[in-house]
């Protein structure tokens, strides 16, 4: 027996209802339907006095508390093995609690067995959400930093081996910028717009904007490559790239990025390839994680619940570009 069309118009309006005020919970959005990024309030980061961190024992180090599936956390791993700073900052793993909606810290550390915890212990105000990356130092406990754009720039300059790269040099700071400019708003933020986005209209706006900004970084790349300042390494690459090796398991899937497939940027995806295969940085690609927090945790995008298959990012980056 066929279900009646009034019944069928029915329960998509409420659906539809339900999943706009679903949305709101998730991320809010202005008036036309595009996603607006919630402002948080971080903490301005601070970079101790080498002295305070000379011959501290290796559980007394700076900690950074990171969650494998948040890129902007990834962005600070990615700082730590591309400057081998492992042996100056510790790291603890927070895990993802999506039915309590918080990051677990599986063992304690500091006694917390949370990050809001965590962040209470360490006498954060308490307008401030519990988010990952936090570098904390445990003998003052205090929360040096917690925002990733500033945590970079922080790692960058810390401490460690004297054959550290410095991955922000003074001659590339303009060009730095700019590409900070161009890919937060509309690729780092940008994949978030298109996935979060309320109607037609605004998804289509972002995902115009996002594939507008693949193409000149693709350019960009082809004329002064290999990297997206010229010749060296910088920032610009750390920040952009754990948006793109998610890219085929969760924002084209998830998010809706899949009005172009990345093979169809060359230059990009050997950009992408040639950073995957920089020492330490395979390790801190985890795309079995990646697709059990985004599809688990996201149930407005995903109802059912059902985490598909990850990908084996060693295969999928050391292929070359294959046309279907």
């Known amino acids: ?22 949305m709101g919970g998730l991320g809010p959005a202005d008036e036309a339907g595009n996603y607006r990024r919630p402002k948080s309030d971080h903490l301005k980061a601070v970079l101790p006095q080498p002295s305070e961190l000379i011959d501290r024992n290796p559980s007394d180090r700076p900690h950074l508390i990171l969650g494998r ?7 600070t791993w990615l700082m730590l093995q591309l400057r081998g700073l492992k042996e100056h900052v510790g790291v603890t793993m927070a895990r993802a609690d999506h039915r309590a909606g918080r990051w677990r810290l599986d063992p304690p550390w500091l006694e917390c067995d949370t990050l809001l915890a965590l962040y209470r212990h360490c006498q954060a105000p308490p307008s401030h959400r519990a988010t990952v990356p936090v570098l904390i130092d445990p003998i003052n406990l205090k929360i040096l930093g917690n925002e990733s754009a500033q945590l970079v720039e922080l790692l960058n300059s810390w401490p460690g081996h004297p054959e ?19 890919l937060q708003a509309n690729v780092n933020d940008g994949v978030y717009r298109c996935g979060f986005a309320r109607n037609q209209g605004a998804y289509d706006k972002a995902s115009s904007a996002l594939f507008n900004a693949l193409r000149e970084v693709n350019e960009s790349l082809k004329r002064q490559g290999p990297w997206l300042c010229g010749s060296q390494l910088t920032l610009a690459d750390v920040r952009l790239f754990p948006t793109l090796i998610r890219w085929e398991t969760v924002y084209a899937p998830l998010f809706g990025c899949s009005g172009h497939q990345l093979w169809e940027f060359p230059e990009l995806w050997n950009w992408r390839q040639r950073f995957f295969a920089l020492p330490g940085v395979a390790e801190t690609c985890d795309a079995e994680a990646w697709t059990k927090d985004y599809f688990g945790a996201l149930f407005p995008l995903n109802p059912g619940g059902i985490v598909p298959a990850a990908p084996n990012l060693c295969r999928l980056i050391q292929s070359p570009i294959a046309h279907p």
């Open 1 to 22: 027996m066929s279900i009646p069309p009034a019944v069928v118009m029915a329960a998509r309006a409420f659906w539809n209802w339900e999943w706009q005020r679903l």
């Open 69 to 75: 599936s948040c890129p902007w956390a990834h962005r």
């Open 164 to 182: 550290a790269p410095n991955l922000a040099p003074k001659d590339q700071q303009s060009a730095i910028e700019r590409w900070q400019s161009l």
